[in-house]
């Protein structure tokens, strides 16, 4: 046929019929009715409940658009049709032909024909015809996905239906090919129905059980191999509840169930599996069989033959018997106590870091735990361990020592029973350590990493994996009742020979003019390397280490060392709380954690931890860095106060992290702080200091300030402030260029005045940023904020010669003209160029040019932050003839037109708290928790509220108040703002339980204000008659006032309100509850009353 109409709808409810050439019809949003008619149709929904039919032809119907919760309906007809969605819930019925139909949820009919349909979550019919069902992907239980297909039809027999798993399996836990039935899969009968049960982490512990596919009215005997794609032969017998199951003596693939079962195998090759969580018992007998067992402590017997034995976790007991068997639970949990005994053959035995017993038994077996006991047996075994216990047993065994930071639980110390020494004896093998040994190359001398150290009748393998850095030294390994000398070349694998280097008690060195390698042992050392230029390293103990002339290298690992490079230039590193001194020349200084660094006379370079340390150039132009790693040395640093002195000298000092006390002292300083608040201080000379926060001191001299918090524009992060403590006007100066990169369309000419200015803040003063004033910037909006404070400090006292930059505070183009206002309601006028307005006492109004809906396009609106004891807030007119860029102080409206637009959200209490007997909602709290309107129809309550002062409270259900009442009408955060007094007395254990409290006792009579458009004053003053009668103002208006058309304040007009709401006054509602409580959020207008 030939192309026939491209028809879209619109976002209404359409109706579009298609002819009978190939039409193309798409529908937009709404809920559309789509037909193709006669022809090849390509029709495509979109958000809404839609309903398309495809009509005669080969039609493609795309489902794909649906928002998640649309339920759309899909008709192929005739012709071989394509439909296919994704997020709705979804009816599809392909019509007869061979239909492709592709859901994740909803109800899928084939018809007539061999269709193919994928889902993952529904009702599945595939009609008549040999159809294909695809599960699409799988749910997750635990998280409230219950994912589930029913077939209704699923036909079985040699010409039947197939299901094909192929797309979940990629999501099986552990899986690796194969068939997944026995370990992930399993078939079980429920009535007349037959369910395919899945654990995704076969016997793991992450995912819970769930039931795949149920196949409507199939026995389980009818489904085989040639109904799974793959050809999958799936368990045929069922252990039910607590059962007792003999297999035959052919190859039986058999399944537990949810009790405590018993299933042996019998002769032949069978494949057992039960994943509940209890102990069974599963015997495989003859042949060679497969077992998996789940997370409950099972007993598993594998019998003769070669078995494979995968235990699922808990203390189980296995005995895998005669044949090369292999047990497998390196899958299990850790920090679990089984028994693996391969018994005799050579198998392979594998565990994980718990505290299992591995058996060897006769043969030559592998047994592989990184922390376990050991028991090898007769023959030559192989053992690979970090930890734990080990008997090689009789035969040549060899012993691999791997690293024992691949457990994730803890490894005990390897402690070998029977190490045979010697020529013909047991083996060790080191090999798979040598890539921990930092500095390592392959071939060179392993004397400074592992060596060999006689303790009583024991040898120790001894290893330090950085060559007496950092790193404490530690055992890797026991040789019990071993004589290190009885120890040779043939007694280590691979050449890695460890040799003795002596005796572990408390040493002292003395070296000699030359240069020399000085080690020291396990105890608390003494080491003088006096002249040349000497390694000296020490891993353990407390430790005395001094390198005397020349330029030496210490290493001390140790605890709380006491380290002295003197004369020459030295590389020094010392152990968690170290003491270090550099002494004469240019020394390279590195501390562990809670470390004390002196670099002395010299050019030195410090670098701290993790920790509290203490660093301290001394004389020289020093180099002072928090950490030594360089990747972190730039992150974020750490919570723990560090101490940090330059001396004198021009010195480069870096920190990272809060509450750290930085100095320059003497001579012309850098400090940087590259994340964190800390206190630096620059000490005498012209210094340069740079942070993002925290206090900041020049000292004498002539400083420079770089502020660096300003973060970039695409995350609409806060800005963060430094505090300049002795900012010198005649000499100090602020250079802003590490925060001009990140200014919006900053180029050069662009005056720096558009993006920063100076606010007055008490005695000090604020720069402010905003970088992107002229909202242009596609990205999160980063809020304008300051970027210094400078502390006594008037803005006058600042001129362009304070800024490195081309930045004159003093420009008449940017100088605000500032607009006080008084105690009452004001209404403030400002100019056409930038201003600053004070609100002072009352709900004060700012007014603009301009309508109120170009807030949001070309007029916007930014809450600074509360400066000056007031909220701050930035409009940004960005109209060629608006009102320029303001701050408004102590402001609550903007007018725009005739409309009053609130600068903070109104927030009244919503009808659910705090309590109040006067305000109480009787029959909402009773439609709101209907067991407690039972019990009050049964007797046991007088009413709700009674249910509520008795027991509702303590279980922390709403009081709902009335809308009609005061309450509703009172916003916390407004009053709470306006009325910090009131914040320090109100709350928990305070003077009042709450503000409203003391807005009832007191607040109304003091003529405090409730909400942003309540003025109490105004009121009063305008109703002199309820002034006189001596009413509650809110009371007076929400009782009376706005029935007579009276209003609540200048910026809020109830009877325009009302006219322009037919259906507030339809639901007799006060306008201005409903205006806080519904009319803001849902951007309904308010009218002002005057514009003087």
């Known amino acids: 046929m030939a192309a026939g109409e491209i028809k879209t709808g619109t976002i209404q409810d359409d109706t579009i019929m298609g002819g009978n050439l190939d039409d193309t019809i798409t529908g937009v949003s709404g809920n559309d009715s789509l037909s193709g008619g006669d022809g090849n149709d390509s029709l495509t929904g979109g958000a809404g409940y839609d309903t398309l039919d495809g009509g005669a032809g080969d039609d493609r119907i795309d489902l794909t658009s649906a928002a998640f919760g649309d339920i759309d309906l899909a008709y192929g007809g005739a012709g071989n049709d394509t439909i296919t969605s994704s997020l709705g819930e979804e009816q599809i019925d392909g019509g007869a032909g061979d239909d492709v139909l592709t859901a994740q949820r909803g109800t899928i009919v084939g018809g007539t024909g061999a269709d193919t349909i994928t889902l993952s979550d529904g009702i599945a019919s595939g009609g008549s015809g040999r159809d294909r069902f695809v599960i699409g992907a799988l ?485 002072l860095q928090w950490y030594s790693d360089p990747i972190y040395a730039l992150g974020s640093g750490d919570s723990f106060p560090d101490t940090m002195r330059g001396g004198a000298g021009n010195d480069i000092i870096t920190n990272a992290g809060s509450g750290d006390l930085v100095f320059g002292d003497d001579g012309n300083d850098t400090l940087i702080s590259t994340y964190g608040a800390s206190s630096l201080d620059g000490g005498a000379g012209d210094d340069v200091i740079q942070a993002s926060e925290g206090s900041l001191t020049g000292g004498a001299g002539a400083d420079r300030f770089t502020p660096n918090g300003l973060p970039s524009l695409f995350g609409g992060l806060p800005i963060n402030t430094v505090t300049i403590t002795d900012f010198d006007k005649a000499a100090d100066v602020i250079d802003l260029s590490k925060v001009m990169p990140n200014l919006w369309n900053i180029e050069a000419g662009t005056p720096l005045g558009r993006y920063f200015y100076l606010v007055k803040d008490g005695s000090d003063t604020l720069l402010m940023v905003n970088a992107d004033p002229l909202a242009q910037s596609p990205y999160i909006k980063t809020p304008p904020g300051a970027l210094i404070r400078f502390s006594n400090i008037d803005p006058t006292a600042l001129t362009a010669r304070n800024f490195v930059q081309d930045f004159d505070p003093t420009s008449k183009d940017f100088q605000p003209v500032t607009v006080m206002g008084g105690a009452g309601s004001d209404l403030l006028i400002g100019s056409l160029s930038n201003d600053r307005f004070v609100g002072g006492g009352g709900i004060d109004a700012v007014r603009y040019t301009g309508s109120a809906d170009l807030v949001g396009r070309q007029i916007f609106i930014d809450s600074i932050w509360q400066s000056e004891g007031q909220f701050h807030y930035r409009v940004t007119d960005t109209r060629g003839n608006g009102n320029g860029i303001d701050d408004m102080f102590g402001v609550e409206i903007a007018i725009l037109g005739n409309n009053a637009i609130p600068l903070r959200a109104p927030q009244p209490n919503t009808p659910y708290r705090p309590y109040d007997t006067t305000q109480f909602d009787e029959a909402a709290y009773l439609a709101l928790y209907p067991d407690v309107a039972a019990m009050v129809k049964a007797g046991q309550y007088a009413s709700g509220e009674a249910h509520y002062l008795a027991v509702g409270r303590s279980e922390f259900r709403a009081s709902p108040a009335r809308l009609d009442g005061t309450l509703v009408l009172f916003d916390e955060s407004f009053y709470l703002a306006q009325n910090p007094d009131v914040a320090e007395v109100s709350g928990v254990g305070r003077a009042f339980r709450s503000s409203w409290e003391h807005y009832v006792q007191y607040g109304a009579k003091e003529g405090r204000d409730p909400n942003i458009f309540f003025d109490t004053d105004w009121y009063l003053a305008t109703n002199k008659d309820v002034a006189a009668a001596g009413m509650d103002a809110l009371t007076h208006y929400n009782t009376y006032g706005w029935k007579e058309g009276r209003d609540p304040s200048r910026w809020f007009d109830t009877s325009t309100y009302l006219d322009d709401n037919p259906n507030v006054v339809a639901m007799n509602m006060n306008p201005l509850t409903h205006y806080l409580l519904y009319g803001y959020v849902q951007g309904r207008a308010v009218t002002i009353t005057e514009l003087g």
Do not use: C
């Open 139 to 623: 749910g997750n239980p635990d998280q409230g996905q219950e994912w589930s297909v029913t077939l209704t039809d699923f036909a079985v027999g040699a010409l039947g239906d197939s299901l094909d798993l192929t797309s979940i399996l990629p999501s099986l836990q552990g899986y690796t090919g194969g068939n997944p039935f026995g370990r992930f899969l399993w078939l079980e009968l429920s009535g007349n129905d037959t369910l395919l049960r899945l654990d995704r982490d076969g016997a793991g512990a992450t995912y819970a059980t769930q039931t795949l596919v149920t196949f409507r009215n199939v026995t389980l005997s009818a489904l085989n191999s040639g109904h799974f794609t793959g050809g999958f032969k799936p368990s045929t017998l069922i252990v039910t509840d607590s059962s007792t199951v003999q297999g035959s003596d052919g190859d039986d693939t058999l399944a537990g169930g949810w009790g405590y079962d018993t299933i042996t195998g019998g002769a032949g090759n069978d494949v057992i599996s039960d994943v509940s969580g209890l102990g069974n018992s599963l015997s495989g007998d003859d042949g060679n069989d497969t077992i998996t067992s789940g997370r409950g402590s099972d007993t598993i017997s594998g019998g003769d033959g070669n078995d494979v034995i995968m235990p699922g976790g808990g203390n189980d007991n296995v005995s895998a018997g005669n044949g090369n068997d292999l047990i497998d639970s390196s899958s299990s949990p850790d920090f679990n106590s089984s028994v693996y005994d391969g018994g005799a053959g050579n198998d392979t035995i594998i565990s994980g870091s718990g505290f299992d017993l591995l058996v060897g038994g006769d043969g030559n077996d592998v047994l592989t735990a990184l922390n376990a006991t050991f028991q090898g047996g007769l023959g030559d075994d192989v053992l690979t361990l970090a930890g734990g216990r080990a008997t090689g047993g009789g035969g040549r065994d060899r012993f691999v020592i791997t690293d024992y930071r691949q457990s994730t639980g803890s490894v005990s110390e390897l402690f070998i029973t029977d190490f045979t020494p010697g020529a013909g004896g047991d083996t060790l093998d080191l090999t798979a350590i040598l890539d921990t040994l930092l500095g390592y190359k392959p071939g060179a001398d392993l004397a400074r990493y592992i060596w060999l150290g006689q303790i009583g009748a024991n040898t120790h393998i001894l290893i330090d994996e950085d060559s007496g850095g950092g790193q404490a030294g530690r055992t890797l390994a026991v040789l019990a009742n071993v004589q290190a000398s009885s120890l040779v070349a043939g007694n280590f694998a691979g050449g890695i020979v460890a040799t003795t280097r002596f005796d572990q008690s408390n040493l002292t060195q003395t070296g000699t003019d030359a240069g020399e390698t000085l080690v020291g042992g396990f105890g608390n050392d003494t080491i003088q390397g006096n002249g040349g230029n000497d390694f000296i390293s020490d891993a353990t103990g407390t430790n005395k280490l001094s390198g005397g002339s020349g330029n030496d290298t210490i290493r001390g690992g140790g605890i709380t060392d006491v380290i002295n490079g003197d004369d020459g230039n030295d590389t020094l590193t010392g152990g968690v709380g170290a003491t270090i001194h550099g002494g004469d020349g240019a020394d390279r200084i590195s501390g562990a954690m809670n470390s004390e660094m002196f670099g002395g006379a010299g050019s030195d370079t410090l670098m701290g931890s993790i920790g509290s340390e203490l660093l301290e150039g001394g004389d020289g132009s020093d180099v």
